[in-house]
């Protein structure tokens, strides 16, 4: 048995001990383990027992939530976080879509994995109830994606000058879906070597080695321009915030300096190629600039089906709504590639809507949040903020660019935010005897 199969078998069923009898979050951590390193489709899963690992961290994960439901509900409600109401009415559309959907019999189970992705979802947000725990949390996602540019790094390039068939259980392995789940973790660290210790900006400039590689040797030109978006967004704060540290703004300037030094130490030729292919949009399969045929072809389907065509649909329709020359060779359609326009032909304007106001509550949640965290001066909290916002933007422009709308690491990241404002504004928002309580959950102001 070789030393991943060992280390995966030690964490996981470690994992499991610990939260029966320590501490229910690392039931969270158990699933994130096995979702980022997905052992089915993994090398050494031949040395492994056949176990349903999945399956089995989601169930502890709900016994733990059963356990100590009363006690979780008092600090972390769902009935006061508003994303959850966007949620239950985008999966209600997908529902109600089992009826109007073109390809009923794809549709239909995967609106079960979505159902299921909601559940996991409302349940990790009650086990996850302290700063620490988020912290924790958050660390599991850094290195679980270390781990995917690790992979990256052994696999190597394919012939095609990609990295395929690696990355997490809902990815199927493709390259440019797991590099858009690797970006944010990006921005996560560098929000962490900002503040962290020495030991921790030691392993967080490893950890962004390997996962900024990964990217690098995926080639993907949508994750790419994730992380340029979110480092952007989260530096442009940490540069011109009014809420400055001491040695904030020399900090910022050194990341970006490491980041660029970085980046140009491991993108090689074949990297830059691929980038430059961006500004290149006269010859389509070169630059991707034909998905925005894809993307109006969105609007000719919904005319003839404005309900949406359900999961698949656009695919199974699409020979009808694109120009032939898309389909010489090719005995299936074509994926409209946009998460947005994705969403748009799945359900429709109304679930598009759904979705829009889910992102836009999302931030509105964060912005009260921070200005929640300003009125009390805990800066380091509101740059953490700013950080999931970065990372969830991140994804978000990655996204456009594939089909995304029901990827598990979407709605982490949205959960993630939802968290995070929970711990450090929401609880607050309660009587006194409420707060009380939950105070030792935030472990105090670390600004002090």
């Given at each position: ?26 039931s ?30 989601a ?5 733990m939530?059963m356990?100590?439901y ?31 959907a073109?390809?009923?019999e794809v ?5 079960y994995?979505f159902?299921?992705l ?11 109830n302290?700063?620490k725990a988020?912290n ?12 995917i540019?690790?992979i ?9 000058g990609?990295?395929?068939g690696?990355?997490?259980?809902d ?16 921005i ?13 900006k ?8 390997f996962i900024?590689?990964?990217i ?10 994730g992380?340029?978006?979110g480092?952007?967004?989260f ?8 809420h400055?540290?001491?040695?904030q ?39 991707g ?7 109006i072809a ?33 005995k ?9 326009f ?5 359900v429709?304007?109304f679930?598009f809507?759904?979705?829009?106001m ?20 805990s ?7 700013l ?14 660019f ?17 968290i995070?404002s ?9 009587p006194?005897r ?15």
């Amino acid at each position: 048995m070789g030393k991943f199969a060992l280390l995966f078998l030690f964490l996981f069923f470690a994992g499991i001990f610990g939260a029966l009898f320590y501490a229910p979050v690392l039931s969270v951590l158990v699933y994130q383990l096995v979702y980022f390193v997905n052992p089915d489709n993994s090398w050494w899963a031949a040395s492994i027992p056949g176990l349903k690992y999945s399956f089995i961290a989601a169930l502890l994960m709900l016994f733990m939530l059963m356990m100590r439901y009363k006690e979780l509900s008092e600090i972390s409600p769902w009935g006061k976080q508003p994303v959850f109401k966007w949620m239950f009415a985008l999966l209600g559309i997908y529902w109600l879509m089992i009826f109007f959907a073109i390809v009923p019999e794809v549709h239909k189970p995967f609106t079960y994995d979505f159902a299921k992705l909601i559940i996991i979802m409302l349940a990790v947000y009650k086990l996850v109830n302290s700063e620490k725990a988020l912290n924790a949390c958050l660390w599991a996602y850094v290195l679980g994606v270390t781990y995917i540019g690790y992979i990256a790094y052994s696999v190597g390039r394919d012939g095609q000058g990609r990295v395929e068939g690696i990355g997490m259980i809902d990815t199927g392995g493709d390259g440019n879906m797991t590099a858009a789940a690797m970006a944010p973790a990006l921005i996560i660290l560098t929000y962490m070597a900002w503040l962290g210790s020495k030991k921790i900006k030691f392993l967080a400039i490893l950890c962004g080695a390997f996962i900024a590689n990964g990217i690098v040797l995926i080639n993907s030109r949508g994750a790419f321009l994730g992380v340029v978006v979110g480092a952007f967004f989260f530096l442009f704060f940490m540069i011109f915030s009014r809420h400055q540290r001491q040695g904030q703004r020399g900090m910022a300037i050194l990341i970006i300096l490491i980041g660029m030094a970085g980046t140009a130490y491991v993108a090689d030729e074949a990297f830059w190629s691929r980038m430059e292919t961006l500004e290149n949009i006269d010859d389509g399969s070169k630059s991707g600039s034909h998905r925005i045929d894809f993307w109006i072809a969105t609007f000719d389907v919904l005319e003839d089906y404005p309900m949406g065509v359900g999961i698949q649909g656009y695919i199974e329709l699409s020979p009808n709504y694109l120009p032939e020359h898309y389909f010489e060779g090719r005995k299936t359609g074509k994926a409209v590639h946009s998460t947005w326009f994705q969403a748009l032909g799945e359900v429709g304007w109304f679930g598009f809507a759904l979705l829009l106001m889910l992102l836009i509550s999302t931030f509105r949640l964060s912005r009260n949040t921070k200005q929640y965290l300003i009125a009390n001066k805990s800066y380091n909290a509101y740059f953490k903020m700013l950080a999931l916002e970065g990372a969830l933007l991140s994804f978000l422009v990655a996204a456009s660019f594939i089909n995304r709308a029901r990827a598990e690491m979407l709605y982490w990241l949205i959960l993630f935010i939802a968290i995070a404002s929970n711990i450090y504004y929401l609880r607050f928002t309660e009587p006194k005897r409420k707060i009380m309580k939950s105070r030792s959950a935030v472990g105090g102001d670390e600004d002090e």
